[in-house]
């Protein structure tokens, strides 16, 4: 789990408006809004083209031919004529973390750089711009800059000293602080791992590196205060503004803490119409309060019933990531022979909170990145059925970095939904510095399934795990789903599983009509269809005329969300 590195972040911009002559029958209704001379790939059932469609009231009315729209124009009907360029619905992005977006807009940003000087420089910037903090707050370090014991706290010290400092790895599973830190919340070297975490320690003095993994960042939480919830709305506007951009009108916030600042933040921006796109949500299942919290987690889900956030899945962390050797694997590491990882619920106490959960109506939503955790989540599900009967549950799996192949087929048995996170689906500098020393070349060469999921009929909704991944743009996501090689690179070496290729038409119904299906919302949104809610992304290049490694070079031109342009500029 990692930040990509890619193209800048893109706004929309606005294509030309035109005017049709004809003038529409009084028996079909009048318009807001026509766009006609399309190539309209509808991803509908039968994945079927149109040339033209109209828009009345936030939905889609009418879908055909040019020659059909005519009669939908009106005198105030606004019409584009799209010159032939490509329409698809709007993207979804069934796994991220938007709320985030306050580390990469309001705080030090780490994400691109790539060595400690480079990190240094942008702490110091970021303290000379602010002058008086009390605390310092960032993300985004790489850990492929630092060996397998993680930043070391002294180099945070040259830069602050004086005040706590906490910065966020880009997977989110590490944590690296100074030394003020550590001594305001009392963590020394004689401090006991905690479940479910790893303190490092320098390897020949045992003292702390200044790094914490997974649950071990939490023995300094009263040390480090969270975001406001105006800090975090500020980042969700920043956010909204991007994705829009790369017409991400749908978006799954991976997991929010019951009671924090998160979920204030987006109740605020919807009471204040705010909200610019919709938001589906996960509430976080804590391992160490078991079947005891379902009871608040319920409380909190009756709070965001609104038409754009609501919080009707819980997230559950299976495991960890292979980066921190906290993945859980079926066959030891290939650098710790003696040691698999470890779970972060035993066996039974994730079988009895998936149970509990799903009784009280959750929609089950794992985090696995090993293959032996990948095997429990589905464990888990399947206890969940016998217990409660089988519903239309729709569990969702994320990361699947390593899944076995007959774990694959258990997805469709059990109506499980696979998250992947195409963005990374490459040999890049984790593969070679992190994925094969840890896991040895084998595994390496066998991570991240994709075709193997559509093949067994599995329901594959793909996402970005922003802010994981920056930028988020699905149409690098396309691209390297379809080539499995980072962009730029030609070689047949280069390939990552290449037998795993997924096609154009499997990786845009992964962004879109399979996203809203794993949000339940494949009856509003996810394709382009009479009655369905007005979300459709307008680009530049037609896709299915590019060559598969040249899907990233497209530019979205237009966002429509609920009928209205959702991008900086607006139809004029």
């Not at 991400?248 to 009671?259: C, F, K």
């Not at 119409?273 to 009756?302: C, H, T």
């Not at 390593?402 to 499980?416: C, E, K, M």
Request: charged content about 25%.
């Amino acid at each position: 789990m990692r930040m990509k590195p890619g193209s800048v972040i893109r706004p929309a911009v606005v294509i030309a408006v035109g005017v049709l002559a004809a003038c529409a029958p009084r028996s079909v209704p009048e318009t807001d809004l026509v766009l006609k001379n399309g190539v309209i790939y509808t991803v509908d059932g039968a994945r079927s083209r149109a040339e033209a469609l109209a828009v009345k009231d936030g939905v889609f009315l009418y879908v055909g031919t040019n020659k059909g729209v005519a009669r939908y124009v009106g005198k105030d009907t606004r019409v584009t004529d799209l010159g032939g360029k490509l329409v698809l619905p709007g993207f979804i992005d069934a796994h991220c973390h938007p709320s985030g977006a306050v580390d990469q807009f309001g705080a030090v940003a780490l994400f691109g750089l790539r060595s400690v000087a480079e990190y240094q420089e942008a702490v110091r910037g970021f303290i000379a711009a602010h002058p008086g903090l009390e605390v310092v707050r960032g993300s985004g370090w790489s850990n492929t800059v630092f060996d397998r014991y993680g930043p070391r706290k002294e180099a945070l010290d040259a830069v602050v000293a004086d005040i706590p400092a906490a910065l966020s790895s880009e997977d989110g599973h590490s944590t690296w602080f100074n030394t003020k830190t550590l001594e305001l919340a009392g963590v020394t070297k004689d401090t006991r791992d905690p479940p479910g975490g790893v303190i490092e320690r320098d390897p020949k003095t045992g003292e702390l590196s200044g790094t914490l993994r997974e649950s071990a960042a939490h023995l300094v939480e009263d040390v480090i205060p969270e975001f406001t919830a105006g800090e975090i709305a500020r980042g969700l506007e920043e956010y909204q503004k991007m994705a829009l951009g790369f017409g991400i009108t749908t978006a799954h916030e991976a997991s929010l803490d019951v009671g924090k600042s998160s979920l204030a933040a987006y109740e605020a921006l919807e009471r204040d119409g705010m909200l610019r796109m919709r938001f589906r949500a996960s509430l976080y299942a804590d391992p160490k309060e078991g079947i005891a919290q379902v009871a608040a987690l319920e409380a909190e889900r009756a709070k965001h019933t609104g038409p754009l956030f609501r919080t009707g899945a819980a997230k559950i962390f299976v495991d960890g990531v292979i980066e921190g050797s906290t993945a859980y694997l079926k066959e030891p590491y290939a650098h710790k022979p003696s040691f698999r990882g470890a779970p972060l619920w035993s066996p039974e106490a994730l079988d009895a909170v998936c149970v509990a959960l799903d009784k009280a109506g959750f929609q089950l939503h794992f985090h696995a990145i090993g293959d032996a955790a990948a095997a429990e989540a589905l464990d888990g599900i399947a206890a969940a059925a016998k217990a409660n009967g089988v519903r239309d549950a729709r569990p969702l799996i994320t990361h699947l970095q390593l899944v076995s192949p007959p774990d694959i087929l258990r997805f469709r048995t059990l109506g499980a939904v696979a998250v992947p996170q195409p963005f990374w689906f490459m040999k890049d500098d984790y593969y070679r510095n992190l994925q094969v020393p840890y896991l040895g070349r084998t595994r390496a060469d066998a991570e991240y399934p994709m075709e193997s999921f559509f093949r067994a009929g599995v329901s594959v909704a793909s996402s970005s795990d922003y802010t994981v991944t920056i930028p988020c743009d699905p149409l690098q996501a396309i691209q390297i789903g379809m080539t499995r090689r980072a962009p730029g690179t030609t070689g047949d070496d280069d390939i990552l599983w290449p037998e795993e290729r997924a096609t154009l038409e499997q990786m845009i119904a992964s962004f879109t009509i399979f996203g809203a299906y794993a949000n339940f919302l494949e009856k509003e949104t996810g394709s382009i269809e009479p009655g369905k809610s007005a979300d459709l992304v307008v680009l530049d290049k037609d896709l299915f005329k590019l060559a598969p490694d040249e899907i990233g070079t497209a530019r979205v031109v237009l966002t429509l969300f609920r009928g209205r342009e959702a991008g900086a500029e607006r139809i004029r």
